[in-house]
């Protein structure tokens, strides 16, 4: 089979195109679908889910665009099973994108373009932490990982070249604005505040209650990891026994669990709380207070949804500016892709030359033997060969860099015969060479150019 540049594929449901309620279902138990997938017989190489509180995006790799269809419908077959949902639905609700639009799409979610609060700063962990978690998992390909951590490069770019961000807007943040807003006391350090949940959301809620001087904070479980979140970042645990009491006292409840167990508005009624006002917050995507909270008297409730609706736009003149960052990563991006289809046509044309060269050399030394005419022989073939690959290495790149890689490789097997490896690099699963460390591995420089290239391509370079 000959080989060319793997097509990446993303299937995406996001606050811009649906209904959150939608999102949440489709996010529903489908964290695993990665792992299924790749154990089904679907074309699927590697795959990566980016699930965040307003989006359910899967990122797939598969060996050429023929097989996109099959890839599709296997990934939509199974999110329909770990769900319930019927695949019309899913289906409906997925946006396929394929080649440079996954490309720039993920660019875009990464910097923060794509957000209900643009420009805000939690996305970019998130994409981090998705790459972290595929890696564990053993589904990230090597492609898939030069693009998610070249995502997280770009978005580096985008804030310390323009503004966007620069007010450190974010979903939490802008949430607390609104939370302050309909408070009668704007002073966070009178306020009893509970959390609901340990995970990144909640990390990000309690640095910027600290930054407002929130100095009464509890975090409850319904995992029984709130003993552990508070140990390392300040506040109150709480568990089933001391929950109800403290909500009795909360002026504030911040939902960013996404678990199971939900807050009713019952549980709030039944509380003895007086007149006491509360306001509640709801950053999980599923939901972790009943919706008709909102409608108890003195209880104002504020929701994923809320925040997309009060959150500013930032600056048009930034905004351009980002998006121009993002479209030449992804132009960049999509362009060294296309070169390592023309790596693995190269290195196999050399590898053919070179085995000729060698025999010829072969013949060379057997009639001669080590003498002065025999090694100038052998050096004027070398010189030779080099100068008869130049040309085929330079039309390599050319159609490589007009998206023409496949052309060549296939005259490459019609004049040859040559079969020419696929480009992508190996799954990372069970590598110990590539260890997941956390973000900072996830932030490191990318490897010099001649690194980055196929081993083979290097040392035949310098043996021609």
């Known amino acids: ?4 540049t793997v097509v990446l594929l993303s299937l995406v449901a996001s606050h811009s195109d649906i209904d959150l309620e939608t999102v949440a279902k489709i996010s529903a138990d489908a964290s695993q679908v990665a792992s299924v997938v790749l ?28 097989d996109v ?30 080649e440079t639009e996954v490309i720039e ?16 700063r939690e996305i970019a962990g998130q994409v981090r932490r998705a790459l972290n978690e595929a890696q564990a998992a053993g589904t990230a390909t090597g492609s898939l990982v030069r693009l998610f951590q070249a995502a997280s490069r770009t978005a580096k770019d985008v804030g310390s070249r323009t503004s966007l961000g620069s007010r450190g807007l974010s979903v939490v943040s ?21 959390i609901f949940g340990t995970g990144a959301y909640a990390g990000a809620t309690l640095s910027l209650l600290r930054e407002r001087a929130a100095h009464h904070v509890s975090v409850f479980s319904a995992s029984g990891r709130a003993e552990a979140f508070v140990a390392k970042r300040g506040g109150t645990a709480l568990d089933e026994s001391t929950l109800e009491a403290a909500l009795e006292q909360a002026d504030v409840i911040i939902g960013c669990s996404g678990s199971d167990h939900r807050l009713m508005a019952a549980d709030i009624a039944a509380l003895e709380r007086g007149t006491r006002p509360l306001v509640a917050i709801d950053l999980a995507l599923t939901h972790d207070f009943d919706p008709e909270l909102g409608a108890l008297e003195g209880v104002d409730l504020i929701n994923l949804e809320s925040v997309r609706m009060a959150a500013p736009e930032e600056q048009a003149q930034s905004l351009r500016q980002a998006r121009s960052i993002v479209l030449d990563a992804s ?55 080099r100068q008869l690959l130049h ?46 460390t956390g973000s900072a591995a996830d932030d490191a420089a990318p490897a010099p150019a001649a690194e980055a290239r196929t081993p083979d391509l290097v040392q035949l370079s310098r043996a021609v």
């Open 105 to 120: 799409h993920l660019f875009s979610v990464g910097a923060g373009l794509d957000s209900a609060v643009i420009g805000e």
């Open 69 to 98: 269809a099959a890839a599709r419908s296997e990934v939509i077959s199974q999110i329909a099973a770990s769900t319930g949902l019927s695949q019309d639905v899913i289906s409906t609700a997925l946006v396929s994108k394929t």
């Open 39 to 66: 154990a089904s017989a679907s074309p699927v190489a590697g795959a990566i889910t980016l699930a965040t509180c307003n989006r359910y995006e899967i990122y797939c790799e598969v060996p050429q665009s023929e």
């Open 391 to 436: 040309v085929p290495t330079v039309r390599a790149r050319e159609l490589a860099a007009a998206g023409r890689a496949g052309d060549y490789i296939e005259a490459l097997q019609t004049l040859y015969g040559l079969e020419v490896e696929s480009p992508s690099a190996p799954s990372v699963k069970n590598d110990s060479r590539c260890p997941v």
């Open 1 to 4: 089979m000959i080989g060319h």
């Open 331 to 385: 132009e960049a991006f999509a362009a060294e892709q296309r070169e390592r289809a023309a790596d693995a046509a190269i290195v196999a044309l050399r590898k053919h030359t070179q085995q000729v060269l060698e025999t010829e050399v072969e013949k060379v030394r057997a009639q001669h033997g080590c003498t002065a005419a025999a090694e100038e022989v052998e050096f004027a073939m070398r010189r030779m060969m």
């Open 174 to 194: 802008v949430a607390l604005e609104l939370a302050t807003d309909l408070s009668r006391d704007p002073d966070w350090s009178t306020k009893n505040v509970v």
